[in-house]
């Protein structure tokens, strides 16, 4: 890749600023393209955003940024497009900064500190190469002020018509994903969030490793209906079979258990009861796993209360230091079940469990050797 120092004031990157929403966000008159296909939306927050204005206010330097040359002679950006908007934004006077001890837009500035901004130099390095080159510098060089997320570097590598239409529904806060799946699904669209947990949901449902496998092979499709059509049965079916919201409901593995249980036919009314007590439950201390339990009816994830070290030191007591099996004892050696164990070597169990109504409590709980224990759990 060629790559030369073309340092450029302000004022000819911002001139003709257009942000078009989807339809793109270009400066330089029309020829820089600021945020190509592979690049992410705009993230800064409001004080790296002001940070960028008062740097060149301070006649601080900022870092370098990097343009792609395109045949056709025009540009787009391959790093510093936060940088580039929030200058951009500002000359637009979509905002103010503390200049001087003053809050002040763009209009409100003084002649002389107008044309100070404008006349600021970018240090911009101009870079020729093919693709390949391009996207391989754009996912290792340094992204000033903000990591750049893993799913981030994947569209960096996998842009196309697929990924444009991708983005346009996941990828838009206030998007068409974000309106159906915000109350389930956590992190943000800007941040490639929605995009990444639904390709992770397909994928797993392909039998993919990986959800860039999913992304190869569709890279080059005319448009992402497939991905969408298979988000929204999962929400649909989710708001279906849990009618009543909460906010435990966020964040959960919708997408593996549509694949599982979404043809089963339920009884949303029982489901909702069973739900209720379940939380009001002190003996379940994982609240989050409860949506997966009356699905799966796997008790782990409730994360069941374990007797504590006051009450296993008390049932141990109780029994003298042995197995509650006694002569039955699976460990070698103990004859009639006389053998005293160290309580370090023993485990506490319920007598009557969870399943049928046992408390973890003292009446409920007996102490086996470890040899019982597990060959009590493995029948």
């Given at each position: ?6 340092p450029?004031?302000i ?7 257009t942000?078009d929403g989807?339809g ?5 008159a ?17 004080k790296?955003r ?15 940024f990097?343009?792609?040359e395109?045949?056709?002679g ?16 500002y000359a ?10 003053n ?60 990924l444009t ?10 998007g068409?994903a ?11 669209p800007i941040?490639?969030?929605y ?8 994928s797993?449902?392909?039998g ?14 005319q ?6 059509s298979y ?8 708001e ?13 593995p919708?997408?593996?258990?549509y694949?599982r ?15 209720a ?27 069941l209360r ?11 007591e ?10 039955k004892c ?10 005293v164990f160290e ?5 506490a ?31």
């Amino acid at each position: 890749m060629d790559i030369d120092l073309h340092p450029i004031a302000i004022r000819e990157v911002v001139e003709g600023y257009t942000d078009d929403g989807e339809g793109g966000v270009f400066g330089y008159a029309g020829h820089l393209n600021i945020r190509p296909p592979y690049q992410r939306e705009f993230v800064y927050k409001q004080k790296q955003r002001d940070a960028v204005i008062d740097t060149i206010f301070k006649g601080f330097p900022l870092n370098v940024f990097y343009w792609v040359e395109n045949p056709d002679g025009t540009f787009e950006i391959l790093d510093g497009q936060q940088r580039t908007v929030s200058l951009s934004q500002y000359a637009n006077g979509d905002f103010s900064v503390d200049v001087g001890g003053n809050l002040k837009g763009f209009p409100n500035l003084t002649a002389d500190e107008q044309e100070r901004f404008l006349d600021y130099e970018l240090l911009v390095y101009r870079c020729k190469g093919p693709d390949s080159e391009k996207l391989d510098w754009f996912r290792t060089i340094n992204i000033a002020g903000e990591k750049l997320e893993d799913q981030e570097l994947l569209n960096a590598t996998y842009y196309g018509p697929w990924l444009t239409h991708a983005k346009s529904i996941f990828s838009k806060t206030g998007g068409a994903a974000y309106g159906l799946g915000e109350k389930y699904l956590v992190g943000e669209p800007i941040r490639q969030k929605y995009l990444e947990t639904a390709l992770k949901w397909i994928s797993e449902r392909d039998g993919l490793e990986h959800h860039k496998q999913y992304m190869a092979a569709h890279q080059h499709d005319q448009n992402a209906n497939e991905l969408w059509s298979y988000f929204r049965s999962i929400i649909h079916w989710v708001e279906d079979t849990f009618p009543k919201y909460r906010s435990l409901m966020k964040g959960q593995p919708w997408g593996p258990l549509y694949d599982r249980y979404g043809q089963d036919p339920v009884d949303t009314d029982a489901l909702e009861i069973e739900i209720a007590a379940l939380i009001q439950d002190d003996e379940v201390t994982s609240n989050r796993g409860i949506y997966q339990y009356v699905l799966t009816r796997d008790p782990k994830h409730l994360s069941l209360r374990q007797f504590s070290d006051d009450q296993r030191l008390a049932i141990y007591e109780r029994q003298g230091g042995r197995c509650a099996n006694g002569a039955k004892c699976k460990t070698v050696g103990n004859d009639n079940g006389q053998q005293v164990f160290e309580l370090a070597k023993m485990d506490a169990d319920h007598i009557v469990p969870w399943s049928k109504g046992g408390r973890t409590d003292i009446a409920n709980g007996q102490m086996l050797c470890i040899s019982c224990n597990r060959s009590k759990g493995a029948l």
